[in-house]
């Protein structure tokens, strides 16, 4: 967010909107250089070695102060303090608490605190998706894909609902003459495929690629990775029991919630709702007793 503010405040001085700016800087790079693969599109960020270089950063940073494999299970208060029970049977105790869990499991951990804040968050619906990694050659495409993905119309009844090409939005993703392309299936609308094994969800993504891009050549490589009730549901009504919870929430003494379920489910979106935990957490630890 902070590195591509600047580029975003410069293209609106420039080009009168950012939308404009957008356009003609991508502009500017096809007129470059239209046949070169990799990164074209400069809207789309990550990082050299993909988005685990986010989480492992943290992890460095904070050290020691991580517990893995230590679920939440009880909450309650311990004086001015907070006493969490672990599903291992451990207790720590803190100033404050910031949840970031998925809203059914903050849910559970609020049941006793708030039960009105307890029935709102549990509420939420989730779906849960897959992606699926595959390498192509280019010449396994006639003609080779030129665009940095699709996305599926759920009138078209196909059983993935999205594609694109990693190697394509990013640089460093696939050697020279190769593809990396991924499809995403399951979601609100495609349930069923996540009763799918592995091999099953393959070939259907196989299926689909042959029949929208023509590609029939088994890929070189095929990765599943299944996200289960990972997917906040934003259904209509969503903001205003979002700000019942966030009312609700803020009567429990040095506690706040963050996380995709809320305010936005992108990254950034993920990264301003835990600032504004954070701030309000702070607020209260530091407020008149």
């Not at 991580?66 to 803190?94: C, F, H, P, Q, Y």
């Not at 595959?134 to 665009?147: G, I, K, M, V």
């Amino acid at each position: 967010m902070t590195a591509t503010m600047p580029r975003f405040v410069e293209m609106e001085r420039r080009h009168g909107s950012v939308i404009k700016g957008m356009l003609a800087a991508e502009s500017a790079q096809a007129s470059r250089n239209s046949e070169i693969s990799g990164a074209r599109w400069s809207m789309f960020q990550s990082f050299k070695n993909g988005m685990a270089t986010l989480p492992e950063t943290l992890v460095a940073r904070l050290g020691g102060s991580i517990r893995k494999s230590a679920e939440v299970v009880a909450m309650s208060r311990n004086g001015d303090a907070w006493r969490l029970a672990t599903s291992g049977g451990d207790a720590i105790d803190a100033d404050a608490v910031i949840c970031a869990a998925p809203a059914y499991a903050a849910s559970r951990m609020v049941a006793t605190l708030s039960p009105a804040a307890a029935k709102m968050l549990g509420a939420i619906s989730y779906a849960s998706a897959a992606t699926v990694n595959l390498t192509f050659r280019e010449s396994d495409f006639d003609p080779s894909p030129r665009a940095f993905g699709f996305v599926v119309p759920a009138a078209e009844r196909r059983r993935i609902i999205a594609g694109s090409f990693s190697s394509f939005k990013f640089e460093g993703r696939a050697p020279a003459g190769a593809i990396l392309a991924r499809a995403f299936v399951g979601g609100e609308m495609s349930r069923e495929m996540m009763t799918l094994s592995d091999t099953e969800i393959v070939a259907a993504v196989r299926d689909e690629f042959r029949a929208l891009l023509g590609v029939s050549a088994a890929p070189g490589f095929t990765e599943v990775r299944r996200w289960p009730d990972s997917m906040p549901q934003y259904e209509v009504g969503h903001l205003a029991r979002v700000a019942e919870i966030e009312r609700a929430v803020a009567t429990i003494p040095a506690f706040a919630i963050a996380g995709a379920a809320y305010r936005g489910v992108g990254i950034p979106d993920c990264i301003r709702s835990g600032e504004d935990a954070a701030d309000a957490t702070f607020a209260k630890l530091s407020a008149p007793k």
